[in-house]
């Protein structure tokens, strides 16, 4: 069985990171473990032996905990293929379509997912439920910002690669930012019921056992899955008067977007 442990750091940041462990082998692949103390200690707490540590992107909040995890374990490095450098020590590259083994429990099937930045990757799980290792890509209820990358990368990675994923595949993102997120949909949809009722829910969650969305969740409360929306489409153009009555579903996600980067 491949087990997942979703870690809450309580930084400034809101990270979550990950330890994905075979129950068979002890086996653990450490995802962005931006707090080395607790991932090794979580490890050790549950017999893991962490051989891996991986990156989805360069972001010091991803990529910051590295050093110290591989020094006390010897795991190896992987990360994104063409990094440029940004990345140090890189000792396995990822390339779209790769797929790593978890023991003999399952594997991760590595999804090329730019926008956030140029060399983003994302892990798709192949077990009895799906689920995706989505770093700053895809959020709750949200997506990542551009700052050093570019929304139009970002809509093409959500139409290409998250988009077409079942609706039960699990979300496990790079930081809870899930309440703001909400709060935006809320903005740009105040008609939608399903996000409003799920704020209320969720407004003293510990983030230390956050609640896990599926995709079909995602869809039903996250404006950037919810293109084709007439009350997105119709608070949008409040905002952009020359918008069109019927406009294109990548100029709704630009627009977002941008709108979000200032909410």
Known sequence: MMI????????????????????????????DPIDPEMC????????????????THEHKDHTGGNEAIINSTNAKLLGPANADGKIANIQEELHEGDMIDIGSSGQLNVLKTPGHTPIHISLFGHTDRP?????????????????????????????KKIAPLPDDTLVYPGHDYMINNLGFTLDR????????????????QDPSNALITDLGLERNINTFLRLD?????SV???????????PETKTVFLKLRELRNSW
Request: overall charge negative.
């Open 229 to 233: 929306s007439p009350t997105i489409i």
């Open 131 to 159: 689920h995706l290792f989505c770093g700053d890509t895809l959020f709750n209820a949200g997506v990542g910002n551009c700052h050093s990358g570019d929304p139009e990368v970002l809509y093409e990675t959500f139409m």
């Open 4 to 31: 997942i442990e979703q870690l809450w750091t309580g930084n400034s940041a809101r990270n979550f990171f990950y330890l994905v462990a075979c129950s068979n082998s002890g086996e653990a692949l450490a995802i």
């Open 189 to 204: 949809e105040p008609d939608n019921q399903t996000a409003k009722g799920l704020k209320e829910k969720l407004k003293d």
């Open 236 to 246: 949008l153009k409040e905002e952009f008067s020359d918008l069109p009555s019927h």
């Open 40 to 55: 090794l200690s979580t490890a050790k707490k549950n017999g893991w032996d962490i051989t891996r540590v991986l990156n």
